[in-house]
């Protein structure tokens, strides 16, 4: 977890929406300006021009997270921010995260912000679960076995047949 990314006293989470496709950039421009916050990402297939390569997106498009005190921190400087769209708001003042949901995901994220839902050993056999990668991305599988080298192989129902496949285990979700 990033101790960067701790909050002191004052300090809560609060939401960003952002620009189309805009997410990476507005947080630099935040940075720029010193704010502190999070982009959570994950691998995701793109396909385009009958090719499949995989990319970094925003698990949350169109959102980002900033850490403020709302006692100290000029606020008001992130709606203009270039690629925001504004602050989520109630009322005239920023809404606050409820407490645990960013730190939460901040648990299943490295450095660079890339969300791995395995770190706890929270994938099981027999659990169903989601791809987020490759030319199978947004299918349910079940899980068949667990590797040590956090591959998991899965089990889809693809056109009535069960396909067994093998993943990164940084390529699957708990199903919901």
């Known amino acids: 977890m990033n101790t960067d990314l701790d909050l002191q006293d004052g300090q ?33 297939a ?12 925003p698990f949350f498009p169109r959102y980002l997270f900033i850490i403020l005190d709302m006692e100290r921190d000029r606020w008001c400087c992130v ?5 925001v769209s504004r602050l989520v708001m109630q009322n005239e003042r920023p809404q606050a995260l409820p407490g645990g949901v960013v730190e939460r995901f901040l648990t299943f994220a490295d450095d660079a912000g890339l969300l791995s839902f395995d770190k706890e050993g929270r994938l099981k056999i027999d ?27 899965l089990l889809l129902d693809l056109m009535g047949q069960k396909v067994r496949v093998s993943v990164s285990s940084r390529d699957v979700m708990p199903a919901a």
């Open 79 to 83: 709606n203009s921010t270039i690629g």
């Open 127 to 153: 659990q169903e679960v989601e791809l987020l990668d490759g030319p199978f991305a947004n299918q349910l599988g079940t899980i068949e076995r667990l590797d040590s080298n956090e591959r998991v192989r």
């Open 46 to 57: 793109r396909r385009h021009a009958r090719k499949i390569d995989t990319v970094l997106a």
């Open 12 to 44: 809560r989470w609060y939401a960003v929406h952002c620009l189309p496709h805009k997410e990476a950039g507005a947080q630099m421009q935040l940075h720029n300006q010193n704010f502190r916050t999070f982009l959570p990402r994950i691998r995701k």
